[in-house]
């Protein structure tokens, strides 16, 4: 996003230091009185040219607000994501943690290991202390009777994960060969939703500071044709 800005942004200073001022000579010459738009971009053209010193403080300004307007997306993504009703299921850490119990889960079982021992394992060595918790009750539910998927305990993990993991405790140690394919494919899914997250982030961000440059542009443009529209117009009336 910060590339795309800098290179974007030496359109617009030209456009204000080589354009507008020739259009502005222009206009004196008829002696043309001025909308307000044209008059504040002929201001700031003028600013520009007599302090230009102070034209680069004003670019880093700039760039630095499009840089922590980029951090703030990926820091806030979940408010980001409220706002705009994107469905997930956590923030980007969340997907992480997720992704990683997912992966302990399936080398304890590959391991031989007993499934509830597997299943606290995997939430033991989590960072997260909500994923540990949740863990433990999941590893309490795989070894009671009933289904894990109609366990309120276990609403904390995805439907598919209670699938493999009922699937799991039909079947042996040596067996689990669909078991442990299904928990990677899951684990791969909740990785590759962190990188769509961060491609958004990017995505968007660039976006933006295409479409604001744009604007600017757009602006000087107008600015510039609007008192040639008055000046046509009373030629010829």
Do not use: C
């Not at 201001?43 to 307007?69: E, G, K, T």
């Not at 994107?86 to 007993?114: C, H, K, N």
């Not at 928990?183 to 769509?196: F, G, K, N, P």
């Amino acid at each position: 996003p910060l590339a795309v800005f800098l290179i974007l942004l030496p359109v617009l200073i030209f456009l204000l230091t080589v354009v507008v001022p020739v259009y502005s000579s222009i206009f004196a010459s008829f002696d043309l009185q001025l909308p307000g738009l044209t008059s504040i971009v002929v201001w700031l053209s003028h600013w520009m040219i007599r302090a230009p010193l102070l034209v680069a403080p004003a670019i880093v300004v700039a760039a630095a607000a499009v840089y922590l307007f980029s951090w703030l997306l990926g820091r806030f993504s979940h408010w980001r994501h409220a706002a705009i009703g994107y469905v997930t299921d956590g923030s980007s850490r969340e997907l992480l943690a997720m992704a990683a119990f997912i992966r302990r889960l399936r080398g304890s079982l590959a391991a031989g290991l007993p499934l509830a021992s597997a299943v606290k394992l995997a939430g033991y060595l989590s960072e997260r202390r909500s994923l540990r918790q949740a863990a433990s009750q999941l590893a309490g539910a795989v070894e009671a009777p009933s289904s894990l998927r109609d366990t309120p305990a276990t609403r904390r993990f995805p439907t598919t994960l209670l699938f493999a993991l009922d699937l799991s405790r039909t079947t042996s140690a040596s067996s689990r060969t669909a078991e442990l394919s299904l928990l990677d494919q899951l684990a791969e899914t909740y990785l590759q939703r962190v990188a769509q997250r961060a491609d958004w982030n990017t995505g968007v961000v660039g976006q933006v500071a295409i479409v604001a440059v744009g604007l600017l542009v757009g602006i000087v443009l107008i600015a510039m044709l609007l008192p040639l529209v008055s000046l046509v117009n009373g030629l010829a009336g």
